[in-house]
């Protein structure tokens, strides 16, 4: 399967606790982006790289957030200290862009979902 | 401000039929491109289909066309022929100079037999 993969699926924690998450893009894509997605609604921007350099963050984006993208390959987000308000769904999507061309379309991954107590 | 509106939370259509789901943009920016997407109970976000700012023609992929009016800001999605697997939620999307896409609130279909 050469689709973009996310991991953990599932992942329930305590609030206070630290948790990762990571996905692996599609192996030709340069740009790789980060959106959560809470129950019955539309998914969020959270941050976006190109290559390995992160080009923007949303100022949803709490400073206990943290997402690296090292040697432009696969990319973690990690949350720090995690509130029951940080239950969502966190999807990782990538494209691959030209100098600027392309339709942009996003390549989404399966999801993970995080659930903290 | 919303850069994407969809003001039909759920929606349901008889197996067969076509439905219609409304998307609303605001932009200033000439380029821009619009997106649907389906994401079915699983979770999975799946593309549907594409228009470009500069497109002359509405887009058609299948059983989906996306009737664009551009002065109106519109961008509405019409499934043609639902199938019970149709049942989803349906999210509107615009990608605009920077190739990041916002989405809308999300329409939820419900096919019935």
């Known amino acids: 399967d050469t689709g973009v993969s996310q991991d953990p699926r599932h992942k329930i924690t305590k609030r206070g606790q630290n948790v990762t998450f990571r996905c692996d893009p599609i192996s030709e894509h340069n740009r790789l982006y980060w959106y959560r997605q809470t129950l019955g609604q539309g998914p969020e921007f959270l941050t976006y790289f190109q290559n390995e350099a992160q080009l923007e963050k949303s100022r949803l984006l ?3 957030f943290s997402a690296e993208r090292p040697k432009g390959s696969f990319s973690t987000l990690e949350i720090q200290r995690t509130e029951q308000g940080d239950s969502a769904m966190y999807l990782c999507a990538s494209s691959f862009l030209t ?3 392309g339709t942009g379309e996003l390549f989404f991954g399966e999801g993970s979902r995080l659930t903290v107590l | 401000a919303q850069k994407i509106t969809q003001t039909q939370p759920g929606m349901f259509v008889q197996e067969k ?3 219609t789901l409304d998307c609303t943009y605001d932009t200033s920016d000439p380029s821009y491109g619009l997106f649907w997407y389906k994401q079915p109970s699983s979770g999975e976000m799946i593309f ?10 509405n887009a058609t992929e299948g059983r989906y066309s996306l009737n664009f009016q551009k002065a109106r800001k519109s961008a509405n999605l019409v499934i043609s ?3 019970l697997g149709d049942s989803a939620m349906y999210f509107c999307a615009m990608r605009e100079y920077d190739y ?3 989405f809308g609130a999300g329409t939820t279909v419900t096919v019935r037999a």
């Open chain 1, 62 to 64: 709490s400073d206990r």
């Open chain 1, 99 to 101: 100098s600027g061309s």
């Open chain 2, 17 to 19: 039929e076509a439905v």
């Open chain 2, 48 to 57: 549907l289909i594409y228009q470009g700012s500069y497109d002359q023609q």
């Open chain 2, 81 to 83: 022929a639902s199938q």
């Open chain 2, 100 to 102: 990041k896409l916002s």
